[in-house]
Structures are given as structure tokens and as C-alpha cells.
């Protein structure tokens, strides 16, 4: 029955729980980098640290390609990114950390794309993303904060979210749809559900809360709030340059955070 | 004149706060409502009380009388026991807290303090204790069973059930008295320990005997453990057993086999993991047992409530036991016998397509958890868990919060380390999967649901059945709610603002009837407004 003990970790953030407990789970068996890499990290890193939803992790690590620089960011996390802290014991570590250290050292295409990061600032007004989007303390609450969404989110994920948006939602950006029970609808970002109640964020940034006992409908929305956007080539590149330009202060509490219910 | 008022005065306080509890009062528990005295409330488990103040009319009414804050961190998983107007129950730091159950009024503090040298598998989760006489007993979560005077918090005696210097070891559940006996079990089979249950004498600690939940070679049951591996066979309690005082017969759930999610280093039906096992409660012999998973590679404990129901099967009275298990199968077994009478899914179940005629799973072949990772319903950490159910006699039926979903078993062999976690698991909800749950209202005799009340995330709470045609139930996401006994119907909820992971009690002073639910680190009591 350990299991149930497991949820004795006061976060409740269920990605980097599974994860920890995972590299935990990990702890005794005899340590090998690329084995606890494939089963901890490659489900935000992809195999072999091709990058998925979190950024890749061939070629120049942004927080550094040093033996140490990656313990780090492995023991401490990275606050505003996704990025959890790792409960590894120091065996483990001692296997992980090389094995990460030799992804680095292949070469990648994803932290440096070419573009014009101030070009792709302009798209980036022009297009009107802050309507939803905040950088810092300029933008909305809507959607997903972007203040450290380049050290977040790998190039081609990001490249995909403008695309494609609904290729993948994270579960605390689904997007809902509620009928009150005058017939009045509300669309909007579903931030919290339980049995009886359901809060909404709404694009002006409001909350809206309902009694489900009252409401006449609640859809999930299949696809995601944002509307897919089409560029011209180099009007992409630069805007996914100055995407992935936006890192913000390391010790930043802004930004994407994993929590995917508020309790 | 004065003098005579003194002492009447004196009398009527030592009524209040002195009152010894007997092993006859503990019999009679459920038959009088101004006590919880046991972890389940009877011995039989069936959390029923008749009490109906609070009843289907009113109880929309119901809010709070008191809150009592323990100020510490951690998972409140405690059952307050109420004995005489004091509640009293373990804090989420391992400190034993005495309170005015009229009022939630601090009466006394026991502190305990595990030493910093001390290792123990499970954190300071705790589920509460027992009772007997002036005395309360504490299962340490650092495998301690510690004698408290209830009359003022002093530490009487402390003896030490499993040794904290090799850390695997751990105390979770709250022991059980029966007549001068303290009856316990560790912790901890996911530390490849190997688990037991104990009596200790209630005077003074010493132990009486001991059943080992993983026979040695020679004994009964070693044969189904290949490679040696019974050594590590883990097999841990975690939860109060029930008793029978007719039959003098205790009955208690056991653990998983340990490593948890790899079956190959231990070939064999691994007993008596995810048994439960039938013991004479004056010398802890085994009468029988019953194994729900043989061979578990998929963390189904069978830790749950073994509910005790006397009832008409086929025609005829028959003394069972009941059990709603972790595996996703209702189960009701002849409790004198141990013999199967059946067993019926309440939750989507893909490890085994049913029970064969002696209640052994039909497992899907080849469905283990792998490295690549497996779906297996219902999810790791159960269909149900240590969350309690209730049954009334009343409406007959068996109330129990479920958790439906699957899970991506994981596994990788492990190497064992004493004093380290013996597991090979991850496991984890799919993708976009949202694991929801249900209070279920269940025909014991035929396996079937009355109703279900449909809840959003998978429940950690359990119920408690009234006389007032009343279900009280936790939730995930923090709501304590009642529900129509017979119906389902909501009648009223309240969010407590943290999950709960413990389960409703209920107890009558002075004719108020309180409801009281722990959430987060706070004790909270629910009455009627006054008149």
C-alpha cells in the first residue's frame, strides 16, 4: 500500500509528483543515465533529449553544460518553467547527470533558432498576442504566461502551440463553456472543478464561479482557446526567435507553472 | 448545604471526564451514541450509529459548532475517538491532542517527538488509537506502542515494536483492544519488511504473541514464495482489523507482496499477501484465510475494512464478512469458514475478468505492468483504499466511496536494501485522463448498486450511515456532504477547504448530535442551531 503514502508529498502537482516518485521508485536499481533519462525525463525532454514539450537538451544547455550547472537544475528545479524538483538519491545522480552532459554535447537544433528576436517582437504586437498572453507584467492572465516560456518550452513545441494550438492543452488551460441557468453562456479558461462548482477565468481577465446544481450545460471544449495562426516563413521564425528570446529572471516565480488544479 | 454541592459538583465532573472504558463498554460501542471508542466505531466496522436529530428534514440546516486548529503540517488521516465528552485523536505531527467534544476546547497535549535518530518508512501519518480503561494506545509512526494516561496526557509506558534503526519499518494504523490485549500490525511491506500482528498486554506492554503475515520455511504457506523470497515478502497491515467477540475471532486485511509491481523474483501465490487472514484473538493462531490477489503485481492491498454483517444469504442467516477491495471486487465470505460466496466488480476492472467458483481472479493474460509501461484498471492506488464504509441496518446497504480510473503500471526489478524502498513501481494516470470517483450505495447480497452519487476527482474520505436516513461522505476536493440514506439525494455539503482523507464520526452529548470530519490540519464539528 505504499502508493497511498506517496501522496504524503505536500505538492499536489500531479506532473512532477509522477515524476519524482518515479525517479524515487528508481532508487535502489542498479543506476543507469540513459535508463532513469528515458523513464524521468523524456516525458517533457523526448528520447534521447529531442525535446518535446520542454525544451531540448542537445547542444548549449541554458543554465549551463557543467557537471554542477545540471545537478542544479535536477536537485532545484526551475521555478516558472515545468520544470520540478527531482528527488534522485546520489546514486542516481551520479549516473544521470554525465548522461545529460553527453546530451549536450550532441549537436541539436533546438535552442538556438535562427530569426530576428526584435522582428519577431513587432509580430508579436502586430498579432495582438498580448490580448491573451503576459510577458513580465505586460499582457493579460488569460492564457499562458510567456515570461519564461523559451527556457520552458522547446522550439518545435512552441512552433507547434502557434500552429497547431490544440495539438496539446495543458490541463489548466482547457477551455469550457458554461449555460447558466438563464441561458446566459460563458466561455473561458476552466481553472478549477470539483463536484458542485466549477470557476471560470474569462478573457477580461474576470473569474466567474458556478453552482453545477444551477447550470444548464458545461462542454469542454475539444480544441483549445486559442485560434491556430498562420504566418509568412520568416514572419515565424522571427516571432519563435523572440519566443524563445523570453527566459526571464532565473529565480522568476512567473510564468508556467504545473499546478493543474487549485485545491 | 455548600459542602454537599462541592462534592455533587466534584461527582458530576469526574462523570464527565473520568469514566474508565471497559472491554464490555467496547462490545456494546455502536449501541451508545455518546462514544466513538474504536478506529471503526464497533467492532464490526459497520459505522452505523442511531442517531437522528440530524436527519433527512433538517440537516440542510447543519453548520459548524466548532473548529479545532492542530497548527501542523502534514496528512490528517486521524479518527478522533470520544469517550465521556473528550475527543481525543493523533496530530498530523505526532502529537496526541485531548479536547472538549462539546466545545474543541484544548484539554490537554501529549508531545511526542520521534527521535532524530530514528528511521521509519512512512512519514508521520497516523490514523489514531485505541482505548481501554484510563489508557490510550499509540502505534508510533516510528513503530512505538505508547501507553497514554487519558486523564491528563502522561506517557505511561513505551515499548518498541519493530526496531527504527534499519528505517523500513513504519506506524500507520490505529491499534484495536481487545479484553487487556492491544492488537497491532506494521507498516511498511514496500519496504521489503516482512509484516506481522502483534498483542501486547494493555498493562504493561509486554508482548503476547506474534503472527508472522509471511510464513518461514517449514511453516504453512512458505511453498508459495520461489527464490527465497519470503524474506522481503512484505505483507504490512496499514489498518485496523475487526472483531467478532462471539467467535473471539479477529479478522485483518494484509499488503501487498513486496517488490510491489514485479512478480518474477517471487514465483508462487506469495501468502498471505492480500489475504485476509482469520485470528484467535487470545493466541493470534489462524483459523483461515482468504487470498483476493494471489500473486499481486499491481499494489491491491487487501488493507480494506473487513466489515462483520450477520444476514440472510440464500435463505438463511449467515455470519459474514464483507469486503469492498482494492482490486475493484465487492467480496462476501462465510466468516466462520472463511468459505467464498462471491464477488462482484464495482469499477471497471481489466486485471481479471471475474472470479472463478472458489473466488480466485481470472487474470488477462499478459496484462503486467512492463517498463514501457501498462494500462491496468482500476489505477494503483485502488479501486478503494483505507477510506471506511458504512452499512445500515435501516436501508441494508453498503456505503463506500469509489475510485474509478487506470493507471500506467511501470515496473523495473528492484535490489533490495534494508531500510530503503523495496518497490518497483511507478505508476500514473494516463494522459488527459481525469480519475473521478462515486459514493456507492451497494446491495451486500447481491453486489449490486442501489445508487451512486457521482463525485469529480477520485476520493481519499469515507462514509458514516445514521438513523437519520443519512450518508455523510468526503470528497477529494475538500466537500463533507449528507446524502438520503435510501435515495442518494444531496441534502447538503460543506467545503472544508482542504481534501480529506479521513472519514466522518458522529456522537451525541447532552441530546445535540455533532458530526465531525478532520480536514487539512483543523478538526471540524457540525451541529444543529440551537432552537
Given amino acids: ?263 | 448545604m455548600k459542602r454537599i454541592l462541592f462534592f455533587s459538583t466534584l461527582l458530576f465532573i469526574c462523570k464527565i471526564y473520568g469514566a474508565d472504558v471497559t472491554f464490555g463498554k467496547l462490545i456494546h460501542a455502536e449501541q451508545d451514541p455518546s462514544e466513538w471508542l474504536t478506529y471503526w466505531g464497533d467492532y464490526r466496522a459497520t459505522r452505523f450509529r442511531n442517531l437522528k436529530q440530524i436527519n433527512d428534514t433538517n440537516v440542510g440546516k447543519l453548520r459548524l459548532e466548532w473548529m479545532f486548529q492542530t497548527d501542523a503540517p502534514g496528512m490528517f488521516e486521524t479518527m478522533p475517538l470520544v469517550a465521556d465528552g473528550v475527543m481525543y485523536f493523533t496530530t498530523p505531527d505526532t502529537s496526541v491532542d485531548a479536547v472538549d467534544a462539546r466545545s474543541g476546547r484544548l484539554l490537554w497535549r501529549y508531545r511526542y517527538r520521534i527521535p532524530k535518530t530514528a528511521k521509519y518508512c512512512c512519514g508521520t501519518l497516523n490514523r489514531g488509537l485505541a482505548i481501554l480503561g484510563n489508557r490510550l494506545y499509540y502505534l508510533t509512526p516510528d513503530t512505538r506502542l505508547q501507553a497514554i494516561d487519558k486523564r491528563d496526557g502522561t506517557l505511561l509506558w513505551d515499548t518498541e515494536v519493530a526496531s527504527s534503526a534499519g528505517g523500513a519499518y513504519g506506524g500507520t494504523e490505529a491499534p484495536l483492544v481487545v479484553k487487556d490485549k492491544v492488537i497491532l500490525g506494521p507498516a511498511a511491506g514496500d519496504d521489503g519488511i516482512r509484516g506481522f500482528i502483534e498483542a501486547f498486554d494493555a498493562k504493561t506492554g509486554k508482548r503476547l504473541w506474534r503472527f508472522r503475515t509471511i510464513p518461514e520455511p517449514g511453516e504453512p504457506g512458505n511453498e508459495t514464495w520461489g527464490n527465497n523470497s519470503w524474506k522481503h515478502g512484505g505483507g504490512s497491515t496499514w489498518l485496523t482489523g475487526t472483531y467478532d467477540p462471539e467467535s473471539n475471532t479477529l479478522y485483518w486485511g494484509i499488503g501487498n507482496p513486496a517488490p510491489d509491481l514485479v512478480g518474477s523474483v517471487r514465483p508462487g501465490d506469495n501468502l498471505y499477501t492480500d489475504c485476509l487472514v482469520a485470528l484467535d484473538a487470545d493466541t493470534g493462531k489462524m483459523k483461515w484465510y482468504f487470498q483476493f490477489t494471489p500473486h499481486d503485481t499491481y499494489d491491491y492491498d487487501a488493507t480494506e475494512t473487513p466489515m462483520l454483517l450477520d444476514l440472510p444469504w440464500k435463505g438463511r442467516m449467515r455470519k459474514l464478512v464483507v469486503q469492498a477491495n482494492r482490486n475493484g471486487f465487492f467480496y462476501v465470505l462465510d466468516r466462520e469458514t472463511g468459505q467464498f460466496l462471491s464477488a462482484q466488480a464495482f469499477v471497471k476492472t481489466t486485471w481479471a475478468t471475474g472470479v472463478d467458483k472458489n473466488g480466485r481472479p481470472i487474470r488477462t493474460p499478459g496484462l503486467e505492468p512492463t517498463q514501457k509501461g501498462t494500462v491496468i484498471c482500476p489505477q494503483c492506488s485502488g479501486a478503494t483504499n483505507w477510506m471506511a464504509p458504512s452499512y445500515s441496518p435501516l436501508t441494508h446497504l453498503f456505503y463506500f466511496n469509489v475510485r474509478e480510473g487506470c493507471d500506467v503500471f511501470f515496473s523495473k526489478p528492484p535490489v533490495y536494501k534494508e531500510g530503503a524502498s523495496y518497490w518497483a513501481t511507478s505508476a500514473r494516470a494516463e494522459a488527459n485522463e481525469h480519475q473521478t470517483g462515486r459514493v456507492t450505495a451497494l446491495d451486500p447480497l447481491t453486489g449490486k448498486a442501489r445508487w451512486k452519487f457521482p463525485l469529480y476527482s477520485s476520493p481519499w474520505a469515507g462514509t458514516l450511515a445514521t438513523s437519520g436516513n443519512l450518508v455523510f461522505a468526503g470528497d477529494e476536493d475538500g466537500y463533507l456532504m449528507a446524502l438520503r440514506a435510501d435515495t442518494g439525494t444531496l441534502l447538503w455539503r460543506v467545503n472544508t477547504g482542504s481534501h480529506l482523507v479521513t472519514s466522518p464520526i458522529t456522537y451525541e452529548l447532552d441530546g445535540k448530535q455533532y458530526v465531525t470530519m478532520p480536514s487539512g490540519s483543523a478538526v471540524l464539528t457540525f451541529a444543529l442551531p440551537a432552537e
Fill in chain 1, 1 to 263: 500500500m505504499w502508493f497511498q503514502e506517496r501522496f504524503l508529498v505536500p505538492s499536489f502537482t500531479l506532473l512532477p509528483l509522477a515524476l519524482s516518485l518515479a525517479g524515487y521508485a528508481n532508487a535502489q536499481d542498479a543506476p543507469n543515465g540513459r535508463a532513469l533519462f528515458e523513464e524521468n525525463c523524456a516525458g517533457c525532454h523526448g528520447t534521447g533529449g529531442a525535446g518535446d514539450r520542454g525544451p531540448s537538451l542537445q547542444g548549449q544547455l541554458r543554465h549551463g553544460n557543467q557537471l554542477p550547472d545540471i545537478k542544479n537544475v535536477i536537485v532545484n528545479g526551475l521555478p516558472g518553467t515545468g520544470m520540478p524538483k527531482f528527488d534522485f538519491d546520489d546514486h542516481d545522480l551520479q549516473a544521470l547527470i554525465p548522461y545529460v552532459q553527453s546530451l549536450s554535447q550532441k549537436s541539436g537544433s533546438g535552442t538556438h533558432p535562427h530569426g530576428d528576436p526584435i522582428a519577431g517582437r513587432k509580430i508579436y504586437d502586430s498579432g495582438k498576442c498580448s490580448g491573451c498572453h503576459k510577458i513580465g507584467s505586460e499582457g493579460s492572465s488569460f492564457g499562458p504566461n510567456l515570461t519564461r516560456v523559451g527556457a520552458a518550452r522547446s522550439y518545435d513545441y512552441l512552433k507547434t502551440s502557434i500552429l497547431s494550438p490544440s495539438a496539446d492543452v495543458p490541463e489548466n488551460f482547457e477551455g469550457v463553456t458554461v449555460v447558466d441557468g438563464n441561458g446566459k453562456r460563458y466561455s473561458g479558461i476552466r481553472v478549477n472543478e470539483d463536484t458542485f462548482t466549477v470557476q471560470l477565468r474569462l478573457p477580461d481577465q474576470s473569474f466567474v464561479s458556478f453552482d453545477k446544481q444551477s447550470i444548464k450545460s458545461e462542454v469542454m471544449e475539444k480544441q483549445s482557446v486559442m485560434p491556430s495562426y498562420k504566418f509568412e516563413a520568416h514572419d515565424l521564425q522571427n516571432l519563435l526567435s523572440y519566443l524563445s528570446s523570453l527566459v526571464g529572471p532565473a529565480n522568476s516565480t512567473a510564468g508556467i507553472t504545473e499546478e493543474p488544479r487549485l485545491r
